[in-house]
């Protein structure tokens, strides 16, 4: 059986620093720059930089940016895998993190994916801190595991499967409130006996490491400029033959195109011009099945990219002539889901700070006209006081309700965890909704909880 345990810390008392923020918050240009300061290395936190052959959709650090300095992770996972998941983050960044400190060198996890962060710094922020239920990987299955194969069901099946189980062990039901989660249940259940809400932490517990996480805030205005600026530049640096030679590619090679990299943000986006160049293909004598309007790709560059697996048919990629309006509309959608991921990855930072992480904010709002300089000394004091005193925070369990569904019956709405709820009751939106409750039907609403 592989071996998928997390590895002992080599000394979890040793700092680990975190830098995170939403996309175009200033992450690369300000690690590399405390990262030779201090003589540090980056352990690269992003969901998208962690794939292969995803260089301009994940605006990978180029050789340039780094600067000479490592970027552990970057480019180490196959685009076709579609089984990595935050468990093997975990285990893959905690023996970079202990590489780094054998080596005397401060590691810093910097990225946007802030679960993958949580995970490596606080154990039992997974659903398990044992790796077993994703053993025993199946070829056939696409790279899942037996169970995960086994369970990859819709959200209605796998809801009720798991309101069955929960009834017959007298657990209490909780819905979960997304079809992954109930997969992930179903198959710790059938892996260890117990049901993921009981391995994690009920009481106070010890970060994994003594570490420290700079979160880099913007205002959304700016922000929204700069991702409107990233996507703008990506276009011209030929993002969209790189997506859908990535596409074709998982195409070609029975890839699971719901699964992975393909459901990012950047990618997953550009989805409908993918359908739409197959179904050009599908008619006779297509011009985009044989014409190459990408004259900068050439055959050796698609070699070196893609290897002689790829097809004759897609060794060129197709012409994007009359396009260009869809082409648009999908870019626009990237840039509108940047900003709408970015209140997620505030949201997630809460909750780090709720259970007792140190987190220090530096906005970055201003430094397209004042530059660096200030940001990067001020955040350089931060850390330095760090390194010389690091510890060990006590973190409060994590929520219980985090995962509960609740329902409000003035808005027709389920929001999922308490703190959501809450600060929707406080909203403009429900506000209303009661006032003109209370006018036209002269009670006072109710709120259920629905537990399904």
Known sequence: MTDWAVPEPYDSNRPVVCILGPTASGKTSLSTKVCAEFGGEVIVCDSIQLYEHCNILSAKVTDAEASGIPHHLLSSVSPLDPSFTVMKYQQAAVKAINDCHKRDKVPFIVGGTVYYAASTMAFDSLLGSNQEYIDAVDPAAGGYSVLQKKWDLPLDELEAVFKQTCTANRVPFEALGSRRAYREAMVCYEMTGNFPSRYQQKEESEASFASLVIYLTCDPEELSRRAQARVDEMKAQGVV????????????????????????????????????????????????????????????????????????????????????????????????????????????????????FPVVEVDTTRVRVDGWGDIVGQTAKIIRHFIAHPYKATLAPPDPEARKVFHCDICGRDIVGRQQYDVHLKSGKHKRGLRTMKRNQGRRPSFNIIVR
Request: aromatic share 4%.
């Open 241 to 356: 033959s790189e997506a859908v030679g990535l596409y074709l590619k998982g195409i070609s090679e029975g890839a699971m195109l719901d699964r992975g990299v393909f459901q990012a943000i950047g990618l997953k986006e550009l989805k409908p011009l993918v359908d739409r160049i197959l179904d050009d293909m599908t008619v006779e004598d297509s011009p985009r099945f044989h014409r190459d309007a990408l004259d900068s790709m050439t055959d050796r560059e698609l070699a070196l990219l893609w290897g002689p697996t790829l097809p004759a048919q897609v060794h060129r990629l197709p012409d994007l002539t009359g396009l260009d309006d869809l082409i648009d509309d999908c870019l626009q959608t990237v840039v509108t889901s940047t900003v709408n991921y970015a209140k997620k990855q505030a949201k997630a930072v809460d909750v780090l700070k709720a259970r007792g």
